[in-house]
């Protein structure tokens, strides 16, 4: 058990468009997930703490307009990248958190390239 | 501060070598988690262990095995009998103090097993 999903595993945008990327837990609920960034050759970088039901907390340094993200059930988040520009380009990885806790799991990552 | 400092970027090693893998900490909590995740070059992150910080016992899981030693701050992995599908960025985490659910990631070592 506890397999997380991201969809789509890659995607390529133009400049001023948006994109969203969603997180499911298929086999757990997780009251609790995490939206990370990773830059080639770099570590993962988190950008934000969702929580179903109420609003996301977002890391220092994160544009709370430019990654909306919404946790509408236990085992759904979504990441909207809006108006996405070529430095949004990374991967991004979510994670949830089964109830008790306090593994990560993790998913496969969704690589996003804007051209 | 918390932190997490894998000082080792990169190991290449033949197969069968034995690798150790560093992982140096800092916190100013008292109850915290250490991990540690394999990231494949598919990118998906794989959970290997979770150790609390009250349990100094060392782990061994078949060909791998964890050295948890609070008086030096560290957690470090060990392969036995390295294999080419152990090749992959291994990544130490600390868990945040009043949230344990918050991961603060190392900056990740590559490893690279030759055949």
């Known amino acids: 058990g506890a397999v997380v999903s991201q969809h789509p595993s890659r995607v390529i945008c133009k400049s001023g468009t948006s994109v969203k990327i969603e997180c499911r837990s298929l086999d757990f609920q997780a009251t609790t997930m995490f939206w990370y960034r990773q830059f080639p050759k770099q570590s993962l970088m988190l950008m934000a703490t969702?929580?179903?039901?109420?609003?996301?907390?977002?890391e220092q340094g994160v544009e709370k307009d430019k990654f909306l993200i919404n946790h509408a059930s236990l085992t759904l988040s979504t990441l909207t990248v809006t108006s996405a520009h070529p430095e949004d380009s990374s991967f991004y990885i979510c994670s949830a958190v089964k109830t008790g806790g306090p593994e990560q799991y993790f998913g496969p990552g969704t690589r996003l390239t804007v051209t | 501060a918390q932190k997490v400092t894998q000082a080792q970027t990169e190991i290449s090693v033949v197969e069968k070598e034995d690798v150790t893998l560093d992982c140096v900490y800092e916190t100013r909590d008292t109850t915290y988690y250490l991990f540690w995740y394999k990231q494949p070059p598919s990118g998906e992150l794989v959970f290997l262990i979770r150790r609390n910080s009250f349990d100094e016992q060392n782990e061994i899981s078949g060909r791998y095995s964890w050295n948890f030693q609070k008086s030096t701050s560290s957690f470090n992995f060990t392969i036995t009998a390295s294999q080419v599908v152990d090749s992959a960025v291994y990544f130490c985490a600390l868990s945040e103090p009043y949230n344990t659910d918050k991961l603060i990631f190392g900056t990740g070592t590559r490893l690279q097993v030759f055949p």
């Open positions: 969702s929580n179903e039901g109420s609003k996301a907390t977002y």
